[in-house]
C-alpha cells in the first residue's frame, strides 16, 4: 500500500500568479500521475511523472502550463502556472505500486481556486 | 485510443435492495478495469478489479463485477445496498495494448440509497 500527503490542500489564489503542489509517497514508487477533477466529476489525467525521465503530457495538457518535477522517487510537484479562473479544479496526486495490473492511490487532492 | 462510458449520472436504489452500476469500455488491446469510490469530502478508494481469469470479481464492501467481452461491459453489483454505500463511483480503464499504465476515468455515476 501507499500512504499519500498532498500539500497545499487547499488554496485561493489571484489570476496571473502560480501554484506548485507538493505529493510526497511514504514508500519508493516508480509510476506517479497528476490528474484533474472538477467537484462530482470525472477524473482527467494531466501527465505521468516517471522518476528519471521526462513527464508524459496528455492532449490538453503543456508543459509550460503544468511543469512537473520528479526528482526522487518519493516525492513529486505539479505547479499551476498563470492561473486563470478556468484552472479552478482538484488536483490529485496519485501513484501505482507494482505491475501494470495494479490498483491506483490517491492522495486527498487539492482544491484550486483561482479569482 | 482507451475510453470508458458510464451511461447513468445517478442510480437511486432503496436499501436492501440489489444495485447495478453500469460501465462499458473500449480499447484496442486487452482491458485492465477497476472500480473506484469517492465518498464526499474523502479520496478516491479502490473497490475491485479485473485482469484476467474469472469473469466475476469480488471487492470491498460486499461489490463485485462482471467483465463480459463481448459486450464490452464492467458492471458493478452489490446483491443488498446500504445507505452507507451512497457515493460517487467510477469506472476505470487500463489498455495495455496501447495504453501504458495509463489509466482513464468514466464520467462517474452518483448512487443514492434512500432508507
Known amino acids: 500500500s501507499a500512504v499519500i500527503s498532498q500539500k497545499p490542500s487547499r488554496d485561493i489564489c489571484q489570476r496571473g500568479t502560480s501554484l506548485t503542489i507538493q505529493c510526497q509517497v511514504d514508500s519508493q514508487v516508480t509510476m506517479m500521475f497528476w490528474y484533474r477533477q472538477q467537484p462530482g466529476q470525472s477524473l482527467t489525467l494531466i501527465a505521468t511523472?516517471?522518476?528519471?525521465?521526462?513527464?508524459?503530457?496528455e492532449s490538453g495538457f503543456v508543459i509550460d502550463k503544468f511543469p512537473i518535477s520528479r526528482p526522487n522517487l518519493t516525492f513529486s510537484t505539479l505547479t499551476v502556472s498563470n492561473m486563470s479562473p478556468e484552472d479552478s479544479s482538484i488536483y490529485l496526486c496519485?501513484?501505482?505500486?507494482?505491475?501494470?495490473?495494479?490498483?491506483?492511490?490517491f492522495g486527498s487532492g487539492t482544491q484550486l481556486s483561482v479569482l | 485510443a482507451q475510453s470508458v462510458a458510464q451511461p447513468e449520472d445517478q442510480v437511486n436504489v432503496a436499501e436492501g435492495n440489489p444495485l447495478t452500476v453500469k460501465c462499458t469500455y473500449s480499447?484496442?488491446?486487452?482491458?485492465?478495469l477497476f472500480w473506484y469510490v469517492q465518498y464526499p469530502n474523502r479520496g478516491l478508494q479502490f473497490l475491485l478489479k479485473y485482469i484476467t481469469g474469472d469473469n466475476l470479481v469480488k471487492g470491498s464492501y460486499g461489490f463485485e463485477a462482471e467483465f463480459n467481452k463481448s459486450q464490452t461491459s464492467f458492471h458493478l453489483k452489490k446483491p443488498s445496498a446500504l445507505v452507507s454505500d451512497s457515493a460517487l463511483y467510477f469506472c476505470a480503464v487500463r489498455d495495455i495494448g496501447t495504453g501504458g499504465f495509463k489509466t482513464i476515468f468514466g464520467a462517474g455515476t452518483r448512487l443514492f440509497v434512500k432508507a
Open positions: 480499447v484496442s488491446g486487452n482491458p485492465y
Open positions: 496519485s501513484v501505482q505500486i507494482g505491475g501494470i495490473g495494479e490498483k491506483l492511490f
Open positions: 511523472a516517471n522518476q528519471g525521465s521526462e513527464a508524459t503530457y
